[in-house]
């Protein structure tokens, strides 16, 4: 059953991950959240959503938790108070450094060779495209 490979893979990564993060202090969904503002700078809490694919009500108190770490802070934007933009601080940006060993790590414990990588990439974008599209019948 595709489903259940699917989900045993998912178990194993969230295995490897947790015990790559833990030196961090990180979970899973707070690594997550961290490289996008690592790649982009700065990001209201809506581009951050849609950059996990999750709803503002599972990123907020995400977001509040990564605060008290004091890894990112929140600014309201002059022109525009309803928009709240979260920010590294110098805490957040001296983390990245240490995050290239997790990814060295995952890389390690999916030992693909070659092109496996990108091609099982390419596989798992469109059956997520696909289930997302059957789910919206």
Do not use: H
Request: aromatic share 6%.
């Amino acid at each position: 059953m595709l489903c259940f490979a699917v989900y045993k893979a998912e178990q194993a990564f969230n295995r490897v991950y947790r015990q790559a993060l833990e030196p961090l202090g990180l979970t899973y969904p707070q690594f997550l959240t961290m490289r996008l503002l690592w790649k982009d700078g700065s990001l209201s809490v809506g581009e951050i959503s849609d950059g996990l694919g999750l709803d503002s009500g599972t990123v907020t108190p995400l977001l509040k938790r990564l605060t008290l770490m004091g890894l990112v802070k929140k600014e309201r934007r002059s022109e525009d108070e309803r928009r709240v933009d979260i920010l590294l601080t110098e805490a957040g940006r001296a983390l990245e450094t240490k995050s290239e060993a997790v990814m060295q790590c995952i890389a390690q414990a999916v030992a693909l060779e070659g092109g496996e990588g990108r091609e099982m990439l390419g596989t798992i974008n469109r059956l997520t495209a696909n289930l997302a599209r059957a789910g919206k019948r």
